[in-house]
């Protein structure tokens, strides 16, 4: 486990926004193959020349994915946009997640705030690694980690995952995701099941972004005539700007999961919009170009605080 006090900050203003990164772990050394089942060499190739050294290793070609939470300070209210893996959760079949003791906490501490502080919490989608922060436990009972939270799920993805509404009534291994990090929430009263276009704020608003799950949905950010489009898993990995009908294994609808990729990279490269991804490498964020029907990936580009 890397010493908190040395995981690298990312922390960027968006006109009157101010938007910390929040870093659960980093997953290294990846096979993008694994990652990106269809990937075939040469893609990878083509583009190792921007891709090494941030985003894949030169020489081993393996990537590592970022377990990170994206909290956005509007200055009245703060909200955290997705939950990572979690602590202490029964995960054997994903073992980087199963039982962990990571320093997440105390990176939000780092970022300068503490659970109470936070007004919402936003999960783009219920997969195991955007929900497990949702709980922590105490003495032996999963209870909310931000007690003051509002939390924020797509009902679509809230119905999909949630095993009362499978029609066979079959339980699933992955059901104990829902049921730890989840279900507490709902029983705890701090949920709220919003579909469409959803105000969290102002200047921030979920949008239904289907594919990669059924409800999964992302998060525009808008102050001072800037705008940002928090993606969650839309993109896993900076080779799909480049190449976007390359999906993760985890996508769960392959043809609706290019469309809304290539949507957002379309409404990135036209308005100049910046991409806030869930899982990029350092620097995390950066801007679209599109050339005929080709895009490209501008890093960095943001404004310090």
Request: hydrophobic letters at 40%; aromatic letters at 10%.
């Amino acid at each position: 486990m890397r010493n908190p006090a040395r995981i690298p900050s990312c922390r960027f203003a968006l006109a009157n926004l101010k938007v910390s990164r929040v870093e659960d772990f980093v997953d290294p050394a990846i096979d993008p193959y694994f990652l990106l089942p269809d990937l075939t060499d040469d893609v990878i190739s083509a583009n190792l020349d921007w891709l090494a050294p941030n985003f894949i290793d030169r020489t081993t070609r393996k990537l590592d994915i970022h377990i990170q939470s994206w909290l956005i300070d509007t200055g009245e209210h703060r909200v955290l946009v997705d939950a990572c893996g979690g602590n202490d959760k029964h995960r054997p079949f994903f073992p980087v997640f199963d039982h962990a003791k990571r320093p997440y906490l105390e990176n939000l501490a780092g970022a300068g705030y503490a659970p109470e502080d936070i007004d919402f919490v936003f999960c783009t989608h219920l997969h195991v690694d955007h929900v497990g922060w949702n709980t922590r436990l105490e003495s032996g009972v999963w209870v909310p980690t931000f007690p003051n939270a509002r939390y924020l799920f797509s009902e679509a993805e809230y119905r999909h995952a949630d095993p009362a509404c499978r029609l066979s009534g079959e339980l699933e291994a992955k059901d104990v995701i829902f049921n730890d990090s989840v279900l507490p929430i709902v029983e705890a009263g701090l949920s709220i099941l919003v579909n469409g276009v959803h105000e969290v704020t102002e200047q921030l608003h979920i949008q239904p972004a289907s594919g990669h799950s059924p409800g999964h949905c992302i998060l525009r950010a808008s102050s001072g005539g800037q705008t940002a489009l928090f993606t969650g898993d839309a993109l896993h990995h900076p080779l799909q700007i480049a190449a976007p009908h390359f999906n993760s294994f985890a996508c769960e609808d392959a043809v609706q999961a290019r469309e809304t990729r290539l949507r957002i990279l379309d409404e990135c490269a036209e308005h100049g919009y910046l991409l806030v991804p869930a899982h990029f490498a350092p620097p995390h964020v950066g801007r679209i170009r599109k050339t005929g029907s080709t895009f490209a990936f501008m890093p960095g580009g943001v404004q310090n605080f």
